[in-house]
């Protein structure tokens, strides 16, 4: 049973180039087999785009980590969810975002909205 979906938009805030979409180990391979549909190789300046990323792991669980780069600058984002467990047998769903910027690079990760019904989630990821 599939986690529950993240709808991932990202955005090039750069004025003159492009981003390039840039996987690199083990995660972040699993998010692009997992996205539907595949992340774009290069999004135009000022351009974005949007995918949705669904875990086979558990339905408790997803993850995304993304990586982009416009020249010397990179951006690495990630996105996750768990359904923890409490005592009492209750479960408390838990939604996170990060950015993490090198070589000057300006980066954004917000939640935009989560459904507490199916879990489902939609992040959006800003480069500038």
Known sequence: MAGPPVT???????A???AVYLPSGSNEASTYANAEPKPAARVPKSG????VVTSRLNPDVNFAHVR????NRQC???????????????????WKQSAKGSGGAVCSATITSTHLDS??????FVMQ
């Open 8 to 14: 991932i938009t990202f955005r090039n805030r750069d």
């Open 16 to 18: 003159t180039a492009d």
């Open 48 to 51: 974005s785009d949007a995918y």
């Open 68 to 71: 982009y780069r416009i020249g």
């Open 76 to 94: 690495l984002f990630g996105t996750s969810f768990v359904n923890l467990p409490k005592p009492g047998g209750y479960k408390v769903p838990q």
């Open 119 to 124: 879990h489902a989630w939609s992040v959006e």
